[in-house]
Nanobody
Framework: QVQLVESGGGLVQAGDSLRLSCVASGRTFSSEAMAWFRQAPGKEREFVAAIRWSGRFTYYADSLKGRFTISRDNAKNTVFVQMNNLKPEDTAVYYC?????????????????WGQGTQVTVSS
């Protein structure tokens, strides 16, 4: 059974940076798509970024391009998202997700496995 465990969240000030990690276990990932989503209080879950385990294909939410970077370490079965110049509106619970397919998707329903989430709070 696939398990995803996020870490790295916390309370930071506007302008700071954070790097979130997602460790995957339960099977060997080869080319499946992984993604980060986030959900702010009172709002729907929204797509942040996606990456394939193999290759260099990545995709970002337009509003986050240039500030967020998704990457992976295949040897450690870990996916990261580096978040720079954080803003109060980035405050949310951030979730890691994986899907059995290889196509990158911005739709949360396309993902089969989810982590428990990690809270990111950005103060002004």
């Amino acid at each position: 059974q696939v398990q995803l465990v996020e870490s790295g969240g916390g309370l930071v000030q506007a302008g700071d940076s954070l790097r979130l990690s997602c460790v995957a276990s339960g099977r060997t990932f080869s080319s499946e798509a992984m993604a980060w989503f986030r959900q702010a209080p009172g709002k729907e879950r929204e797509f942040v970024a996606a990456i394939r385990w193999s290759g260099r294909f990545t995709y970002y939410a337009d509003s986050l391009k240039g500030r967020f970077t998704i990457s992976r370490d295949n040897a450690k079965n870990t996916v990261f998202v580096q978040m720079n110049n954080l803003k109060p509106e980035d405050t949310a619970v951030y979730y890691c997700a994986a899907r059995d397919g290889t196509a990158l998707s911005t739709v949360d329903k396309d993902y089969d496995y989810w982590g428990q989430g990690t809270q990111v709070t950005v103060s002004s």
